[in-house]
């Protein structure tokens, strides 16, 4: 087994919401990236649009672009239906299709979904073995979609590292990549998100920064990811320490976030997915730091 996440995948690709759009809008902006050299869009799930349903779209009005699910949750779908949703996929979308998929966050699972939400580690491991041995009875695929999973702490990795193709690590550090990519070995695919925001004054860019974070320093998961890496209760209070929103957030000039996404690979990471917040703090990417950052641009 060979590590070719970057042949599929691309060096950088671009992790957005795009629920915000309406369809011609989505459609511009998967053909923007495309057209830009990006390698993939990461797709996220939560109780808007529904991710496979948006890629099928997608693909359909680009030509190239990967697309992947960063993450899919799999308390949404039972294990048959997501085997046939990535053989669909992968027969619709040969090599332009990643399957991600995550165990997500009590709160979005007990109380939205209204499932019990059980041992992440535990429940990923039974599912995946479900998915493998669900039934399905559609055409075969040439080459099934690899399956990467939203793996944060050393668990998880171990799982990824074994029973599928890669991960997508989500709000982490550049020392998370190190570590990931150490535990992992060289074949695992590693994909970690960075968040990018093209404000140079301190102050500014972390307040934008905040509104983004927000949301996350609620969710038991990523905080205690976060306190493996030296972070701790003071860190999480109001919205983030400058010190975390400086680790999770790469602000500045456009040599400054290059040299973050580029701190990613020198620590390991095979692709980056950036996330381009906006300078307003409104939902969605700054597309002229997308076009800015796109690969060739340099």
């Given at each position: 087994m060979t590590n070719d996440a970057r042949k599929l995948l691309g060096n950088i690709g671009v992790w957005s919401p795009t629920d915000h759009l309406d369809a011609a809008q989505l459609r511009d902006f998967a053909r923007k990236l495309e057209g830009w050299g990006y390698g993939a869009l990461w797709q996220p799930e939560a109780v808007g649009r529904d991710p496979f349903a948006t890629i099928a779209y997608l693909a359909g009005q680009t030509e190239r672009l990967t697309f992947a699910t960063g993450i899919a949750n799999i308390y949404a779908r039972d294990a048959t239906s997501m085997k046939a949703l990535q053989y669909t996929l992968s027969g619709f979308l040969p090599r332009r299709f990643v399957l991600g998929l995550g165990v997500s966050h009590a709160p979005l699972v007990s109380n939205v979904r209204g499932h019990e939400y059980k041992k992440p580690v535990a429940t990923m491991r039974e599912y995946l073995a479900a998915v493998e041995k669900a039934l399905y009875r559609g055409p075969a695929p040439a080459e099934a979609a690899p399956i990467v999973l939203a793996a944060l702490r050393p668990a998880m990795l171990e799982?990824?590292?074994?029973?599928?193709?890669?991960?997508?690590?989500?709000?982490?550090?550049?020392?998370?990549?190190?570590?990931?990519?150490?535990?992992?070995?060289?074949?695992?695919?590693?994909?970690?998100?960075?968040?990018?925001?093209?404000?140079?004054?301190?102050?500014?860019?972390?307040?934008?920064?905040?509104?983004?974070?927000?949301?996350?320093?609620?969710?038991?998961?990523?905080?205690?990811?976060?306190?493996?890496?030296?972070?701790?209760?003071?860190?999480?209070?109001?919205?983030?320490?400058?010190?975390?929103?400086?680790?999770?957030?790469?602000?500045?000039?456009?040599?400054?976030?290059?040299?973050?996404?580029?701190?990613?690979?020198?620590?390991?990471?095979?692709?980056?997915?950036?996330?381009?917040?906006?300078?307003?703090?409104?939902?969605?990417?700054?597309?002229?730091?997308?076009?800015?950052?796109?690969?060739?641009?340099?």
């Amino acid at each position: 087994m060979t590590n070719d996440a970057r042949k599929l995948l691309g060096n950088i690709g671009v992790w957005s919401p795009t629920d915000h759009l309406d369809a011609a809008q989505l459609r511009d902006f998967a053909r923007k990236l495309e057209g830009w050299g990006y390698g993939a869009l990461w797709q996220p799930e939560a109780v808007g649009r529904d991710p496979f349903a948006t890629i099928a779209y997608l693909a359909g009005q680009t030509e190239r672009l990967t697309f992947a699910t960063g993450i899919a949750n799999i308390y949404a779908r039972d294990a048959t239906s997501m085997k046939a949703l990535q053989y669909t996929l992968s027969g619709f979308l040969p090599r332009r299709f990643v399957l991600g998929l995550g165990v997500s966050h009590a709160p979005l699972v007990s109380n939205v979904r209204g499932h019990e939400y059980k041992k992440p580690v535990a429940t990923m491991r039974e599912y995946l073995a479900a998915v493998e041995k669900a039934l399905y009875r559609g055409p075969a695929p040439a080459e099934a979609a690899p399956i990467v999973l939203a793996a944060l702490r050393p668990a998880m990795l171990e799982l990824a590292k074994s029973a599928a193709r890669g991960v997508h690590p989500y709000l982490v550090p550049v020392e998370h990549t190190r570590r990931a990519r150490a535990l992992l070995g060289p074949e695992t695919w590693l994909c970690p998100e960075q968040k990018v925001l093209a404000i140079t004054n301190a102050s500014e860019a972390r307040a934008v920064a905040r509104k983004t974070l927000k949301i996350y320093l609620g969710l038991p998961n990523y905080l205690r990811n976060l306190r493996d890496f030296g972070f701790d209760d003071a860190d999480f209070a109001n919205d983030g320490s400058d010190r975390l929103v400086d680790a999770l957030v790469a602000w500045g000039d456009e040599r400054t976030i290059r040299e973050r996404i580029q701190a990613h690979f020198d620590a390991g990471a095979d692709h980056v997915c950036i996330q381009a917040l906006r300078p307003d703090g409104a939902l969605g990417a700054d597309l002229e730091l997308l076009e800015t950052l796109a690969p060739g641009a340099a």
